[in-house]
């Protein structure tokens, strides 16, 4: 147990403190940097600031599922799952330096918010864990949406890194539903948008 806290704790001690690492190659690492204005500069940099803070809940949600799921099999796709959320973290954070911006403040905050979610959905039982994580994917993929509608066409190093993020939560909300996900009520879903709300508006500024 003092192993699995140690464990635990350092991973946390990654997210928050140290660089985040990609196997992967930057998504549009190759891509000329475009001219954007100030004000499209400040803009694009707050959506990344805020898909930056997703990542890090995402790292948070999917930690605390795996430490509370009793199946092997579920929590070895949970860590899988938080593995390319990580080169997300990555991507993002390599962009908002590139940018000239900084990432949000309240990171431990959000942190630890959402790694007591992702523990709670986990004592829930598999079925609610992996529903908690389809649907997180799902509303995450929407936002993503969103945010490619915004950043400027011209921005395509910041879109390239978008474009990618959509298709990975695409593969993770199929993968839980593959693994039995339950479908959650229409009130938790109305709960967990009210959520990612409140963190988008504060992300964006602070």
Known sequence: MIDRAIIEFDKILRTLAAPAQSTRPVPGDKLPECELSETQRREV?????????????????????????????????????????????????????????????LNPLWYAGALGI??????????????????????????????LQQVPLEDQRSRAILEQMKTDEIAHARLARDLGAAELPTAVKGLMRMASKVMTSVAYHV
């Open 45 to 105: 940099a707050a959506l990344m600031r805020i898909d930056h803070v997703g990542e890090i809940c995402a790292q948070a949600l999917y930690q605390g599922q795996a430490i509370s799921t009793r199946t092997p099999a579920l929590r070895e796709s949970l860590q899988q799952a938080a593995h390319e959320e990580t080169e997300h973290l990555a991507w993002t954070e390599q962009r908002l330096n590139e940018l000239g911006d900084r990432k949000s403040l």
């Open 118 to 147: 992702g523990i709670a959905a986990g004592l829930a039982g598999d079925k609610w864990n992996l529903g908690f994580l389809a649907e997180t994917e799902i509303q995450v993929e929407a936002h993503l949406a969103g945010h």
